[in-house]
Structure formats: structure tokens, C-alpha cells
């Protein structure tokens, strides 16, 4: 469950998401779907209940339980007047285990690799939300929570993207997290799917 003032944004939320699933997260805006992504990535506090991934508790064992785990929370941020390649590279640098040889590879898996040295400010929505993913990918995670990936994109970005999660949950064993407001997208491509309103679980 999750407060901000008097307004209860998540209330007594409670769901799992197996290994190997294509879960949707489903509900209108105001929902309370990126607070509940922001809450599991402990991102900001949960008031009460408890966040297991990967077998751990994200209060005892934060590091373990994330260590795994790829996110495109909202909007991804990114440096603009450096390339999509640097700004991976400076992400890359806080995984000290991953070869110099992982930047060119999630390029290539999100369909990147003829752009690497173009600022990214003159990457579309669609390449941007790609490098989210991208970066996402970089320390080889089992669970990756994607926040309204289709957010802005054109019929073709949102065919694209949908192609690429499909892929990457089979070729590299990822367990995706998706959350959106379109009903149509979430039947697309997931095998589960919980419906939020309110901040309530409505149905799984």
C-alpha cells in the first residue's frame, strides 16, 4: 500500500509474476501503475507489505534481489548531446563484470547498431525508447518492468517494440513486466494480465 497526503494511490496490492511470463499490468492513468513499479524497485518506500524478486525480500536484501533486474521507468532519461553508444558506456562503467563488448550487443539486439555515434538528440521517440531498453538490458537481467513502452509511439514503433519484447522473452529468457492503459497492446503480447483502478487489484 502507498499514501502521498491523504490520497491512497495503492491499497492492499498483491500479485505474483512467474518466470518466464509476459505480465501486463492494466488500468487507466492514475492508476497507481508506475507507483507500484517505483515501490518494487525501491525506487520510493513502500507504507506497508513486502516486494519479493528473485527469491529475495527488496527490504532485507535490496542489492540480491535487484541484481538481476532490468527497468524503463516513465520516460527514459538520457544525456542528449552524447551518443546513444556513451551514454550506455557511462552505465556500462558502474558494471565492472560486464565486457566492453555488451554496449555493441544490446545495440544490436534493440535495432540500434547502425546509429551508436548519433546524439541522442536526434534519436526519434521510438530509438529513444529503444536505448531505454538497451540500457535495460545491459547487466543481463532475468526481469525486466517496462513502464507504457508504446507511451508516444506511431502504429510501426508500437509494432516494433511488441516484436522485439516477444523475441527477447524466448531467445534470452526474460521475464518482462509491462505496464500500459491499452487494452489492445496488453492482448497483443502478454499471457497474464492484473487490472488496476484505483489503486485496487480488480481482476488477475
Known sequence: SKSFGNKTVVSDLSFSVQKGDIFGFLGPNGAGKTTTIRMMLGLI????????????????NFNRAITRVGAVVETPNFYQYLSGYQNLRLIANLHPELPNSRVDEVLEIVGLASRPKDKVKTYSLGMKQRLGIARALLNR???????????????????????????????????????????????????????????RLITQ
Open 141 to 199: 537481467p532475468t526481469l525486466v518492468f517496462l513502464d507504457e513502452p508504446a507511451n508516444g509511439l506511431d502504429p510501426q514503433g508500437i509494432i516494433e517494440i511488441r516484436e522485439m519484447i516477444s523475441q527477447l522473452a524466448i531467445e534470452q529468457d526474460i521475464t518482462f513486466f509491462i505496464t500500459s492503459h491499452l487494452l489492445y497492446e496488453v492482448e497483443q503480447i502478454c499471457n497474464k494480465v492484473a487490472i488496476l483502478k484505483e489503486g
Open 45 to 60: 518506500s513502500m507504507d506497508s507489505g513486502s516486494v519479493k524478486m528473485n527469491g529475495f525480500d527488496t527490504r532485507k
